[in-house]
Every structure is written in structure tokens, then in C-alpha cells.
């Protein structure tokens, strides 16, 4: 079975930009481009598989050498991004900006990362210039995969923007993971950047964010939060406000609490 970029798609309008964004990425990588529908039940009108069906005709009329597939499921809660990796084989899964609340609770237990795009303007990204902000955490491990691969199947620029921490331990993690970043692009042939950001790693993201809108660049790559408060739940993640605040830079939102799938090359 192929590895799978899946777009959840609404049946709306919207799902354009979505599918040309999946098409770009599976493209990429050379995966086969799937498009999943969230049904409310088990059974599902057959409107939905007809205009499913219709989308994957129109896909391979435009990219004839493009594997296509269609799902439609009842995947919920935290099981729906399981489910997708571990029984479809789907190594990323896109969705609209507009639904990151929605699909909270499958981000914070999936294995594999959620693209965010906006959906409400036409995808032009190429993501040629990628900016990835580098907080203490070492899970950053698991998002550098994700920098190291656009790098060398894409030829993407990495610029990458350490946290200045308050403290020198944390400081000297930080300047690890920079390290190792380094040493994994330079090993690969990929081109990048790297920067001592004036953030903390509480606010670095904001500063690579605002970077991002800075350089306009086609990804911007980020370490999703890895506890969840109340006050999260109330106010918001971290991320949802990045994304909300992205405007039509797609995010790629790497969950820190489970160790990412890997793409096979």
C-alpha cells in the first residue's frame, strides 16, 4: 500500500485549494493523494461518493500520473488520525485553517503532522522557503525530519530561529538542537539558515512566525504544544493562534507527544 497525503474534504468550494495543496505535496514526496470525508455514520449518502468520485476524476484529468483514492469514514475524536496513519498509511493530512478546534484532539494524539491552509483564497505556496522556530524542546528531533525532507525532496530553503532563553541550560539545549539541525541539513545538501531568535522558547514561535510573513514563506513549520491546560481548551492552543494569525501561509504542525512516522524515501 502507498504511503498517503490525505485531504479532509467538506464537499464545499473550499476543498480546492486543499487538493491543489495535496496534490503539491504528494507530488513532493511521490505519495498517492487521498481524499477523506468525514461521514456522520456508518452508512453515508451516495451524493457524497458521486461528488467525491467527480473530484477524483478531475484530479487525474489534470495530473494523469497522480494515484488518487478516496475515503469515507466515521473516524472521530482521537482515533481519526490514527486510524488514517496506522491503517491507510497516511504519512500527512491536510485541512482547512477554519477547522483546527474541530480536529484538536486527533492533532494531540496523531503520529503523523496536519498541514493547516487557508482555504478561503487560491494555494500558491511552493514551499520553497521553509521557517521552522527551535524551542528547548527535544522533540524539535521530530519536526527537523519534516525540514530535512522538504529540503531534499523539494530543494527548500530551511530558516531556522532559535529561542534566547533566560537561562544558560536552557539556552545550551536549545543551541544543541541548532546543532544537530545544522549537521543533519549539511549532511543532506540542504540549503539553510540559522538565527539566534530574541524570543524566549515561550514567544519564539511568534517571532518565526512573524519572520514568515516577513520573507513570505511557502511553510512555516512548528512543534505543536505538548502539555494541554484548561485554559488551552477555553482560550486556545498556542497553534490555533498561529494559524489563525498565518494568513496564507500554510502551517505544518508537528505533534510533540507521539514520535513522528517516517516518510519512506
Not at 491507510?88 to 485553517?97: K, T
Not at 486527533?106 to 527551535?134: C, G, Q, W, Y
Not at 543533519?184 to 512566525?209: C, D, M
Amino acid at each position: 500500500m502507498l504511503q498517503k497525503i490525505v485531504v479532509f474534504t467538506t464537499l464545499e468550494e473550499s476543498d480546492i485549494p486543499l487538493m491543489v495543496c495535496g496534490v503539491r505535496v504528494a507530488s513532493v514526496f511521490r505519495k498517492e493523494l487521498c481524499l477523506f470525508y468525514q461521514a456522520a455514520g456508518a452508512a453515508h449518502s451516495l451524493d457524497i461518493d458521486r461528488q467525491l468520485e467527480e473530484y477524483r476524476r478531475r484530479l487525474h484529468r489534470e495530473w494523469p500520473a497522480l494515484p488518487v483514492s478516496v475515503i469515507v469514514a466515521p473516524f472521530r475524536g482521537e482515533r481519526l488520525a490514527t486510524t488514517l496513519a496506522d491503517e491507510h498509511e497516511a504519512v500527512m493530512l491536510i485541512a482547512g485553517a477554519s477547522r483546527f478546534r474541530q480536529l484538536s484532539r486527533a492533532l494531540h494524539s496523531s503520529p503523523v503532522p496536519f498541514l493547516f491552509v487557508n482555504e478561503k483564497t487560491p494555494f500558491h505556496s511552493d514551499f520553497r522557503k521553509i521557517v521552522f522556530p527551535v524551542d528547548l524542546r527535544a522533540q524539535n528531533k521530530d519536526a527537523m525530519k519534516w525540514a530535512l525532507w522538504f529540503g531534499k525532496h523539494n530543494q527548500s530553503e530551511i530558516v531556522a530561529i532559535g529561542a534566547n532563553d533566560p537561562l544558560k541550560q536552557d539556552r545550551q539545549q536549545v543551541t544543541s538542537l541548532l546543532a544537530a539541525l545544522k549537521n543533519l541539513l549539511t549532511r543532506a545538501g540542504v540549503a539553510h539558515k540559522i538565527y539566534k531568535g530574541n524570543r524566549s522558547s515561550l514567544s519564539v514561535h511568534n517571532e518565526g512566525l512573524a519572520a514568515a510573513q516577513q520573507v513570505e514563506a511557502g511553510l512555516f513549520l512548528l512543534l505543536g504544544s505538548s502539555t494541554v491546560t484548561l485554559l488551552d481548551l477555553l482560550l486556545g492552543l498556542p497553534e490555533e493562534k498561529i494559524v489563525k494569525h498565518a494568513g496564507n501561509i500554510p502551517v505544518l504542525v508537528v505533534n510533540p507527544r507521539r514520535e513522528t512516522y517516517l516518510v519512506c524515501e
